[in-house]
């Protein structure tokens, strides 16, 4: 049974064409993600349906009694008001048959009172009660408060931080159980545990219609059954979550472009023939030409546009960075105590834990902004620094998007290059005419970009990543997971994307309780098995080793560890990148070795030289990885 009927939807924003006779149906139960690029109209189409903006055409039809219900990015919550009276409030039909039942339980008192009618009355108020969810529905509403991280349901809403107050309404959205919910980003400013909570009340207790808008791709991979793309004002279905829509995607743009290699041809054929045919034609040579003509006006499929991330990483020392026994306290709470680690050349370390455990501030340790209490922090003398922080500060709004990147600068050197500034900026996908806007106007998803875009001008070899994934849409999120893949330096990358850290991280180091830290060897997925495996009981699950018995205990166990599907994945792939890694090194201990190199006015030899050698570590990194994930795979 359709919930709701969207019918040749129309949408267009200073000129730009957002929705070009969009249609689509969702049905009753239906669970459907929608995905596309930043910009691309998502949060406008789920505006419309919502019944929050208006369309420029067609029309939105929903079932005449079914709750519809909106969690926007920037949620409004009415002022003066508790988070507990916030959540309740969505139990409108519950709440009125409790003030009911209340009510007369109340005039019950009175000896006076009709109680044969009061108590039928009450008796029925009893019955709707039970209908509408049970005597229990307050206490379950405060269930879901706790699980989305509001310690306190009676704090006032108006104190609250802007996460918060999305948490407070996405508690008001799941608790009040519309026939559809439409959830923008529901995962923004929420931790590992808290996603995967929602992840399995979505699953296995929410009982309407979603429609999801999101990037995160293991909620929609575990959540939906269906994909609506939306690029360029259309809309595509395809069944199945997230990898069944690569796939079906992948597929599509395959025939696309068969399809246009065949009318290419078609061209060129018809082209000859026209060139050799005399002036006079027959009727049929009119039909030949006029099927030239139709090919001749086909559109040809619209090439995806992708940012251009890389990075070249500065040449790494024996060291890149040490601690030893680092203990850090903040506002008197001890975030970490003992903390051992000796990160490796081309490591990337995969930070996670709950919100407010202190992973932002490990990483402001690192950068020299926060003192440790206790212990050693040791930066190699080569080892160079970036920093991406969460509120992608360090913009200043005020300043075009070109002065914000290069100040008074025409060029920018990149990935080896010296390019201008504007062709820089195309690589990030923003034209001749964005770059002229002001940092102000940009969106969130454009601001990821230029921060992303001033990062990677930087000559560094260690990054350190906060949240580096919020805002970013698909594609961009595979450009950087290829970018830091290839990245010849290390990284800390806080992050709460599942996906992007099994793509990403070598190793995990997750913060448990009591200031304990924790590195574990492989992506997310590893993380969590290891840590599954390693536990007897639900207590023990949560009582993972420290960094140094962790090691002996591995060192111990009977039973050898086996490749986990990301492992084998990077295996399959990695003696073809040793061999690209190789060829590079030969290519440029060529230039290095040719007399002509050296007669360029604007030669740099020291920097051909450090490239030489970064590249030479860049293959023994590689094989080392090769010979390591073999020797899993054999034994």
């Known amino acids: 049974m359709p919930i709701l009927d969207a019918r040749e939807l129309d949408k267009t924003y200073a000129d730009v064409t957002i929705l070009d006779g969009v249609s689509f149906t969702l049905r009753r139960g239906e669970r459907v993600g929608l995905v596309g690029n930043n910009g691309c109209g998502k949060s406008t189409l789920g505006r419309i349906l919502a019944g929050a903006d208006l369309p420029d055409g067609g029309e939105v039809a929903r079932r005449r009694i079914a709750t519809v219900d909106y969690l926007a990015q920037e949620p409004q919550l009415p002022a003066g008001q508790t988070i507990r009276q916030v959540v309740a409030s969505s139990l409108t039909e519950w709440n009125r048959a409790k003030c009911r039942w209340d009510d007369l339980t109340a005039e019950l008192a009175d000896p006076v009172a009709d109680h044969d009618r009061l108590v039928t009355e009450q008796a029925a108020a009893a019955d709707e009660l039970t209908r509408l969810g049970g005597w229990e529905r307050l206490h379950e509403a405060e269930a879901v408060i706790g699980h989305l991280g509001l310690d306190d349901p009676d704090r006032s809403v108006d104190s609250l931080s802007g996460g918060e107050r999305r948490r407070v309404a ?134 995806e546009e992708t940012a251009d991330l890389r990075l070249e990483s500065e040449r790494q020392g024996k060291t890149v960075l040490e601690l030893s026994d680092l203990r850090l306290e903040r506002d008197g709470r001890v975030l970490i105590d003992g903390l051992t680690l000796a990160l490796a050349a081309g490591q990337r370390v995969g930070v996670v834990g709950p919100n407010g455990c202190g992973k932002t501030s490990l990483l402001l340790c690192l950068l020299g902004e926060l003192e440790p209490s206790d212990g050693t922090l040791t930066l190699g003398k080569n080892t160079r620094i970036a920093y991406l922080d969460q509120a992608r500060s360090g913009l200043d709004d005020d300043a075009s998007l070109r002065e914000c990147i290069a100040g008074d600068r025409g060029t920018i050197e990149f990935a080896g290059q010296t390019l201008q500034v504007e062709s820089y900026l195309d690589r990030f996908l923003f034209d001749r005419g964005a770059q002229r806007l002001r940092v102000g106007e940009l969106s969130g998803g454009e601001r990821a970009r230029v921060c992303l875009a001033k990062l990677l001008s930087q000559r560094t070899n260690l990054l350190l990543l906060d949240e580096p994934t919020n805002d970013l849409d698909v594609a961009t999120l595979g450009a950087l997971e290829a970018m830091l893949c290839d990245y010849g330096g290390s990284a800390f990358i806080v992050s709460h994307d599942r996906w992007f850290l099994d793509r990403v991280a070598t190793s995990i180091l997750a913060f448990e309780h009591d200031g304990r830290v924790v590195l574990h060897a492989g992506g997310y997925s590893d993380y969590v098995e290891r840590v599954a495996n390693a536990a007897t009981t639900p207590e023990q699950a949560s009582e993972a080793p420290s960094t140094k018995p962790q090691r002996r205990a591995e060192a111990k166990s009977e039973r050898p560890r086996k490749l986990s599907w990301s492992e084998r994945v990077e295996l399959e792939g990695l003696l073809e990148r040793v061999d690209e890694a190789e060829s590079r090194v030969a290519s440029l201990e060529q230039k290095l070795a040719d007399p002509a190199t050296y007669k360029q006015a604007n030669a740099d030899i020291g920097s051909l030289r450090r490239e030489v050698a970064s590249a030479h570590e860049q293959v023994d990194l590689l094989t080392a990885r090769w010979e390591e994930l073999e020797a899993l795979r054999e034994g």
Not at 178 to 203: F, S, V
Not at 220 to 233: C, K, M, P, W
């Open 170 to 303: 996405l508690a008001r959205l799941l608790v009040g159980t519309p026939d559809l919910a439409i959830l923008d980003e529901p995962t923004n400013h929420l931790d590992i545990a808290t996603i995967e909570w929602l992840e399995d009340y979505l699953c296995n207790r929410f009982a309407g219609a979603l429609l999801l808008i999101t990037h995160d791709r293991y909620v929609l991979d575990r959540v939906t059954s269906r994909t609506l793309e939306l690029e360029a004002g259309r809309l595509t279905s395809y069944d199945g979550g997230y990898a069944a829509y690569l796939a079906g995607r992948a597929e599509r743009h395959a025939h696309a472009e068969r399809v246009e290699k065949n009318r290419q041809n078609f061209l060129r054929r018809e082209l000859e023939w026209l060139r050799r045919q005399p002036k006079a034609r027959g009727t049929k040579q009119k039909a030949r030409i006029g099927r030239a003509d139709q090919a001749l006006a086909q559109r040809a499929p619209r090439r």
